[in-house]
């Protein structure tokens, strides 16, 4: 199992946090499988991006689930690269967590400056 952290089809689910954060999991089709995607954010702060994809190629769709949400907290925003050679797994990813803000009761288009 291939789990990573960084600080629609499938089931979501969202839970309160501390100081206004919500967290939300969503699931999406990567290009080698399913990706569960768990977001945590406030309306202003996505604070948190774990992912656990197990079927997605290594040093592709692998190397996404582990750059992206880094990207994605340290630049507070949804507008980053994707993976080159990992186009699906990349844009499952963002959408995914797109879907989480949405779904936390929060605007995407404030994190898509």
């Given at each position: 199992?291939?789990?990573?952290?960084?600080?629609s089809?499938?089931?979501?689910?969202?839970?309160?946090?501390?100081?206004?954060?919500?967290?939300?999991?969503?699931?999406?089709?990567?290009?080698?499988?399913?990706?569960?995607?768990?977001?945590?954010?406030?309306?202003?702060?996505?604070?948190?991006?774990?992912?656990?994809?197990?079927?997605?190629?290594?040093?592709?769709?692998?190397?996404?689930?582990?750059?992206?949400?880094?990207?994605?907290?340290?630049?507070?925003?949804?507008?980053?690269?994707?993976t080159?050679?990992?186009?699906?797994?990349?844009?499952?990813?963002?959408?995914?967590?797109?879907?989480?803000?949405?779904?936390?009761?929060?605007?995407?288009?404030?994190?898509?400056?």
């Open positions: 199992m291939l789990t990573i952290t960084a600080c089809s499938g089931a979501a689910t969202t839970t309160a946090a501390a100081g206004g954060s919500k967290t939300e999991t969503v699931t999406k089709k990567g290009y080698g499988g399913d990706l569960v995607v768990k977001v945590t954010a406030s309306a202003t702060k996505i604070e948190k991006i774990e992912i656990e994809g197990k079927d997605e190629t290594p040093n592709l769709g692998a190397t996404a689930i582990v750059y992206l949400p880094k990207a994605i907290v340290e630049k507070n925003s949804l507008r980053v690269d994707a080159a050679g990992a186009t699906v797994t990349s844009e499952a990813v963002l959408a995914a967590v797109e879907e989480a803000i949405t779904k936390m009761g929060f605007d995407p288009a404030a994190f898509k400056k």
